[in-house]
């Protein structure tokens, strides 16, 4: 009865409220159908009125929630898209800063390899630098004696 119902008020109802609202009152009514329906249509156009309204600001509501999120999604989309960029540019800059890093490593090395060769120099002049004085000292000696060598022997002359 339902269908029939739901064809000839050209209403849909739900299953439910047929069954507890509408069925009892057409068992109670004992009118034909046809009779029954125009009669229900008739008593209920200002609650039918109102239902249809209230379905129609549901479903705008519906559509106003589905246009929100839509937004909603299109916002997280572009942030998606940011932060898929800050990403990447934060990878790359990683890499040159790591590739950067690598490279000031690699000299850090090769200085401190020099230094040690430095030091190892260093600790051999030391030595050296030692004869070259005593070498410097016993020129500055012999100059002396030639001079006064020198001096004297052309004072005997």
């Given at each position: 009865?339902?269908?029939?119902?739901?064809?000839?008020?050209?209403?849909?109802t739900?299953?439910?409220?047929?069954k507890?609202v509408?069925?009892?009152k057409?068992?109670?009514?004992?009118?034909?159908k046809?009779?029954?329906?125009?009669?229900w249509?008739k008593?209920?156009k200002?609650?039918?009125?109102k239902?249809?309204?209230f379905d129609?600001?549901?479903?705008s509501t519906?559509?106003?929630?589905k246009?929100?999120?839509?937004a909603?999604?299109?916002?997280?989309?572009?942030?998606?898209?940011?932060?898929q960029?800050?990403a990447?540019?934060f990878?790359?800059?990683?890499?040159?800063?790591?590739?950067?890093?690598k490279?000031?490593?690699?000299?850090a090395e090769?200085?401190?390899?020099?230094?040690?060769?430095a030091?190892k120099?260093?600790?051999?002049?030391?030595?050296?630098?030692?004869?070259?004085?005593?070498?410097?000292n016993?020129?500055?000696?012999?100059?002396?004696?030639?001079?006064?060598a020198?001096y004297?022997?052309?004072?005997?002359a």
């Open positions: 009865m339902h269908e029939e119902f739901t064809q000839l008020a050209k209403v849909e739900t299953a439910k409220y047929y507890e509408i069925e009892p057409y068992a109670a009514s004992g009118l034909d046809e009779v029954f329906v125009a009669q249509l008593d209920n200002a609650s039918l009125v239902a249809h309204a129609l600001d549901r479903a519906a559509l106003a929630v246009d929100c999120k839509a909603e999604l299109e916002r997280a989309r572009a942030e998606s898209k940011r932060l960029h800050q990447e540019t990878e790359t800059n990683f890499k040159a800063a790591h590739s950067s890093w490279e000031a490593e690699h000299m090769g200085w401190k390899n020099d230094y040690h060769a030091r120099e260093a600790e051999q002049v030391g030595p050296l630098n030692d004869r070259i004085n005593e070498l410097e016993e020129i500055t000696r012999l100059k002396a004696m030639l001079f006064d020198m004297n022997g052309s004072k005997a």
